[in-house]
């Protein structure tokens, strides 16, 4: 499948989780797609690019490590995306991509995020907690940075004064995930 059939497949991708798992099926059976793929993602002011996000996420949530060989253009590209359904996708795989390298149970993962690629993720999420975002990228991108901030000692201190800062101008859901995250760094500290 050329980018252009894939580009032309994407017009078929919706919300239905159904559906955004028979696309990220698709990835996981011909991951000489991925690369197409993450061309599409980075067209960033078209709109199917959302629906290459959404595949992606869907793919990583499935397969994670479908990812490792891509992490390198994913990293160093994702802060170009700026579509509201675009954003919280990708905020979401970086939350997937933290939470492995953290895990207790050994992986890929581990190895593969080099600091690097942590570095693009720190810089994305603080945009994301610092610009004009929804809350969904919002709330992934505070945990992403908590658990960041365990071996990045300068993280903690800034996400917390993002969060209070912000606190009172924020909807209940990030109010809620904003003090179960203060409360975790408190506890970490």
């Avoid at 955004?20 to 690019?49: C, G, H, T």
């Amino acid at each position: 499948m050329t980018t252009e059939q894939l580009y032309d497949e994407l017009n078929y991708v919706d919300h239905s989780r159904a559906n955004r798992l028979k696309y990220a099926n698709l990835l996981i059976a011909q991951p000489e797609l991925i690369p197409k793929l993450l061309d599409i993602l980075f067209m960033v002011d078209d709109k199917i690019s959302c629906r290459a996000a959404w595949v992606l996420e869907f793919m990583c949530g499935e397969q994670l490590d479908e990812i490792i060989p891509y992490l390198d253009v994913f990293t160093a590209n994702m802060k170009r995306v700026h579509l509201d359904p675009a954003v919280r996708p990708i905020a979401k795989i970086c939350e997937y991509l933290v939470m492995d390298y953290y895990s207790k149970e050994d992986n890929k993962m581990q190895t593969a995020l080099t600091a690097s690629h942590r570095e693009h993720i720190v810089e994305a999420c603080f945009d994301w907690m610092i610009n004009d975002e929804k809350v969904a990228p919002k709330a992934y991108a505070m945990h992403t940075l908590f658990l960041l901030g365990n071996d990045i000692e300068w993280i903690h201190p800034e996400l917390a004064l993002i969060l209070n800062r912000d606190f009172q101008v924020q909807s209940a859901a990030f109010k809620a995930r904003a003090r179960h995250i203060l409360k975790k760094i408190r506890k970490s500290q």
